[in-house]
């Protein structure tokens, strides 16, 4: 059996099992460990053959099935890059589906969310198998519309109407968008399969609009600004284990969807293409971890810092479209390949963080974080892997999410070797982007964790929450040992990705694993290279002195103090450092320019005996001055043609006459 023909039957029994779901969610209620459980053995088996092929370096494998689009069919095929995505996609649904069967039993509507979730999966993958514009776009839309179920999954609060209505707007026009850039890719003669694109070349203009039109179309399900708002709606929605597949698998989903067509089908990048994506890429990034800062609600927090990496991977593309262009092989293998494996590092260690905040979730009934804290004493376990998710997503080594944020920075520095001063201006300034949203993205999760898990109770939810269930602590506790693994041993991943990103660039770093002491060196030793491994004995070794040292040196005698108060004597959990209150110095800085923030304190007279209040007004100016306009200008337009269903016979014949009139006129002028 072909690698392709074993990823389609293993999503045709993901299909088979939503019906299913129904039948023993309506039977069973409580038999919702058994769908998870088959999902898991599934999705981990289709991992470790996407893995497995992509070692193997064999041919690319295709299947022509009689569907889709008379004299076409559907084409669905399996290489390098699709091997690659597949392998995140089905380890990401494996670690969600090995989570979900101890988190399933705190679902509220189970019957909402089993029959979608395997459907979700299996759209997932059969998007990066498709091979022609039909079935990928059939596909993608499939996709849309099983996460906006899964969103709406609880249906009941405002809230998770309004992130729906917004999501699947926003999914919507992103597949019209694809629909005219495969159009484009297609021309005159209809040619939807990918293998025909990839043999006709666009026209400079065509181009042009093709990164146009997928950077909105795809971009837009990534979450690049201003594509976003939507993001931190839906992502926060869903069930916890459906929020870590939709921000650290579904996005990557979209990722491959760029990659596909900018550097596989629509031939190769110009260099102002690359300087596109790579300013796009640096502002995103940007406006994500600062957005990220303002939140008090951890899972929103953490939607919004999947905006800041997504920015990160498309730095990470820009680089390598702009390398490309100027026959750079060496530099743009190291971008794209630092791009993919920062795909896949996001998908570890953002997986990771939403389990931990459903786990907080179901502990405490809530998501704010000036409601939590203290929590490490009551859930050790998971304290403990969410503070590696942070401490990955921080780019601290030495973690996985280090090792892909250096190498891009590593690209970074080979800019000064381009030609075009537009891109030798750009990048360093980028760079500047990519360093500001590291330091923000460790402060933001300082934050994250201290005032989650550290300090006293906040509330008596906090005071009273217990460790959560078995299941959910092993998935949390793998996800941490995959994010140190590599980290310690990044040669692993590297080399796995070398057959993509030859297939797309004919040009590959070299061979890592080779390197004696599991040394990492991208492009030559004399310049950089890091040891993960090297790096990790230095910190244990350290600290195992330092606490050495320490005992040693102090006195055995038992001494007791009062605690250090911040200048509060009152033991009251009012006195401690708030998520507001961390954030303030920070927003006082970025605030006015980026969210036109306003403080606002309301102190009551003397004598008054009224608390003071002090509130916080940000605004995210993509909604306000893009959608919010728009979707005004759609209103008031829907609202002036609404009297067209009123017409009589004769005007409608009149309209449809003038009609017929101008699409000859326009075809006249166009022939």
Same mark, same amino acid.
């Given at each position: 059996?072909?690698?392709?023909?074993?990823?389609?039957?293993?999503?045709?029994?993901?299909?088979?099992?939503?019906?299913?779901?129904?039948?023993?969610?309506?039977?069973?209620?409580?038999?919702?460990?058994?769908?998870?459980?088959?999902?898991?053995?599934?999705?981990?088996?289709?991992?470790?053959?996407?893995?497995?092929?992509?070692?193997?370096?064999?041919?690319?494998?295709?299947?022509?099935?009689?569907?889709?689009?008379?004299?076409?069919?559907?084409?669905?095929?399996?290489?390098?890059?699709?091997?690659?995505?597949?392998?995140?996609?089905?380890?990401?649904?494996?670690?969600?589906?090995?989570?979900?069967?101890?988190?399933?039993?705190?679902?509220?509507?189970?019957?909402?969310?089993?029959?979608?979730?395997?459907?979700?999966?299996?759209?997932?993958?059969?998007?990066?198998?498709?091979?022609?514009?039909?079935?990928?776009?059939?596909?993608?839309?499939?996709?849309?519309?099983?996460?906006?179920?899964?969103?709406?999954?609880?249906?009941?609060?405002?809230?998770?109407?309004?992130?729906?209505?917004?999501?699947?707007?926003?999914?919507?026009?992103?597949?019209?968008?694809?629909?005219?850039?495969?159009?484009?890719?297609?021309?005159?003669?209809?040619?939807?399969?990918?293998?025909?694109?990839?043999?006709?070349?666009?026209?400079?203009?065509?181009?042009?609009?093709?990164?146009?039109?997928?950077?909105?179309?795809?971009?837009?399900?990534?979450?690049?600004?201003?594509?976003?708002?939507?993001?931190?709606?839906?992502?926060?929605?869903?069930?916890?284990?459906?929020?870590?597949?939709?921000?650290?698998?579904?996005?990557?989903?979209?990722?491959?969807?760029?990659?596909?067509?900018?550097?596989?089908?629509?031939?190769?990048?110009?260099?102002?293409?690359?300087?596109?994506?790579?300013?796009?890429?640096?502002?995103?990034?940007?406006?994500?971890?600062?957005?990220?800062?303002?939140?008090?609600?951890?899972?929103?927090?953490?939607?919004?810092?999947?905006?800041?990496?997504?920015?990160?991977?498309?730095?990470?593309?820009?680089?390598?479209?702009?390398?490309?262009?100027?026959?750079?092989?060496?530099?743009?293998?190291?971008?794209?390949?630092?791009?993919?494996?920062?795909?896949?590092?996001?998908?570890?260690?953002?997986?990771?963080?939403?389990? &931990?905040?459903?786990?907080?979730?179901?502990?405490?009934?809530?998501?704010?974080?000036?409601?939590?804290? &203290?929590?490490?004493?009551?859930?050790?376990?998971?304290?403990?892997?969410?503070?590696?998710?942070?401490?990955?997503?921080?780019?601290?080594?030495?973690?996985?999410?280090?090792?892909?944020?250096?190498?891009?920075?590593?690209?970074?520095?080979?800019?000064?070797?381009?030609?075009?001063?537009?891109?030798?201006?750009?990048?360093?300034?980028?760079?500047?982007?990519?360093?500001?949203?590291?330091?923000?993205?460790?402060?933001?999760?300082?934050?994250?964790?201290?005032?989650?898990?550290?300090?006293?109770?906040?509330?008596?939810?906090?005071?009273?929450?217990?460790?959560?269930?078995?299941?959910?602590?092993?998935?949390?506790?793998?996800?941490?040992?995959?994010?140190?693994?590599?980290?310690?041993?990044?040669?692993?991943?590297?080399?796995?990705? &070398?057959?993509?990103?030859?297939?797309?660039?004919?040009?590959?770093?070299?061979?890592?694993?080779?390197?004696?002491?599991?040394?990492?060196?991208?492009?030559?030793?004399?310049?950089?290279?890091?040891?993960?491994?090297?790096?990790?004995?230095?910190?244990?070794?350290?600290?195992?002195?330092?606490?050495?040292?320490?005992?040693?040196?102090?006195?055995?005698?038992?001494?007791?103090?009062?605690?250090?108060?911040?200048?509060?004597?009152?033991?009251?959990?009012?006195?401690?450092?708030?998520?507001?209150?961390?954030?303030?110095?920070?927003?006082?800085?970025?605030?006015?320019?980026?969210?036109?923030?306003?403080?606002?304190?309301?102190?009551?007279?003397?004598?008054?005996?009224?608390?003071?209040?002090?509130?916080?007004?940000?605004?995210?100016?993509?909604?306000?001055?893009?959608?919010?306009?728009?979707?005004?200008?759609?209103?008031?337009?829907?609202?002036?043609?609404? &009297?067209?269903?009123?017409?009589?016979?004769?005007?409608?014949?009149?309209?449809?006459?003038?009609?017929?009139?101008?699409?000859?006129?326009?075809?006249?002028?166009?022939?």
């Amino acid at each position: 059996m072909t690698p392709v023909d074993f990823s389609l039957l293993c999503n045709a029994a993901l299909l088979l099992l939503a019906p299913v779901a129904v039948a023993i969610a309506a039977a069973r209620p409580a038999a919702w460990r058994a769908i998870y459980l088959v999902s898991l053995v599934l999705t981990f088996t289709m991992a470790g053959s996407s893995i497995a092929f992509a070692l193997s370096g064999a041919p690319a494998s295709s299947e022509i099935f009689p569907l889709g689009i008379p004299w076409i069919g559907a084409h669905f095929r399996e290489d390098m890059l699709s091997a690659v995505f597949l392998a995140v996609v089905n380890l990401g649904a494996a670690g969600a589906s090995f989570y979900a069967i101890g988190y399933g039993k705190h679902e509220a509507a189970p019957g909402r969310v089993l029959p979608f979730y395997p459907l979700f999966i299996a759209a997932m993958n059969l998007v990066i198998l498709s091979d022609d514009a039909f079935s990928f776009l059939l596909s993608w839309e499939f996709m849309s519309l099983t996460s906006w179920a899964l969103v709406m999954a609880h249906h009941r609060s405002e809230t998770n109407r309004h992130a729906g209505y917004v999501y699947i707007v926003m999914a919507s026009f992103g597949t019209l968008a694809l629909l005219l850039a495969f159009g484009l890719l297609a021309g005159p003669e209809g040619n939807y399969a990918f293998e025909t694109m990839r043999g006709t070349a666009p026209a400079a203009a065509i181009g042009w609009l093709v990164l146009l039109l997928v950077l909105l179309g795809a971009g837009s399900k990534a979450g690049i600004v201003p594509l976003h708002v939507w993001l931190p709606l839906a992502h926060p929605a869903a069930p916890s284990h459906v929020s870590a597949l939709m921000s650290g698998v579904m996005t990557k989903v979209a990722i491959y969807a760029v990659i596909r067509i900018i550097f596989d089908l629509a031939g190769a990048p110009e260099w102002w293409h690359g300087m596109v994506v790579l300013v796009l890429g640096g502002i995103t990034a940007a406006i994500g971890v600062l957005h990220a800062l303002m939140e008090h609600d951890l899972k929103r927090l953490l939607a919004y810092h999947t905006i800041e990496n997504i920015g990160i991977i498309f730095i990470g593309l820009g680089l390598a479209m702009a390398f490309q262009a100027n026959g750079m092989g060496a530099a743009a293998a190291l971008s794209l390949t630092a791009a993919l494996f920062h795909v896949f590092n996001h998908s570890l260690f953002k997986s990771l963080l939403f389990f &931990g905040s459903g786990a907080v979730l179901n502990a405490t009934g809530e998501r704010d974080m000036e409601h939590l804290g &203290g929590l490490i004493h009551r859930m050790p376990q998971t304290a403990f892997a969410f503070l590696i998710g942070c401490a990955a997503i921080s780019a601290l080594p030495p973690l996985n999410g280090f090792v892909s944020e250096w190498m891009t920075f590593q690209a970074i520095l080979l800019s000064p070797s381009l030609p075009q001063w537009g891109l030798r201006l750009a990048v360093p300034a980028t760079g500047a982007l990519l360093a500001l949203s590291a330091a923000l993205a460790a402060a933001c999760f300082v934050k994250a964790f201290g005032v989650s898990f550290l300090g006293r109770a906040r509330s008596p939810a906090a005071a009273r929450a217990n460790e959560t269930d078995i299941w959910s602590r092993t998935a949390m506790l793998i996800w941490a040992g995959l994010c140190l693994l590599f980290g310690l041993f990044p040669a692993l991943a590297i080399d796995a990705l &070398g057959p993509a990103v030859q297939s797309l660039l004919n040009s590959r770093l070299p061979a890592q694993a080779e390197i004696p002491w599991f040394l990492l060196v991208p492009i030559a030793g004399s310049r950089s290279s890091y040891d993960g491994l090297l790096v990790f004995m230095f910190i244990t070794a350290s600290v195992l002195l330092s606490v050495a040292v320490i005992h040693l040196l102090a006195s055995r005698a038992v001494r007791r103090g009062p605690i250090w108060d911040c200048g509060f004597p009152n033991p009251t959990p009012l006195a401690q450092y708030s998520a507001g209150s961390f954030a303030q110095p920070i927003r006082r800085v970025f605030g006015t320019l980026v969210f036109r923030a306003r403080e606002k304190v309301a102190m009551p007279p003397p004598g008054d005996m009224a608390p003071a209040h002090f509130d916080v007004d940000i605004h995210d100016l993509a909604w306000e001055k893009i959608y919010v306009p728009v979707a005004a200008g759609i209103e008031f337009t829907a609202g002036r043609l609404n &009297g067209l269903q009123f017409l009589t016979i004769r005007r409608y014949l009149t309209l449809v006459f003038l009609a017929l009139v101008a699409l000859l006129l326009v075809l006249a002028i166009w022939t």
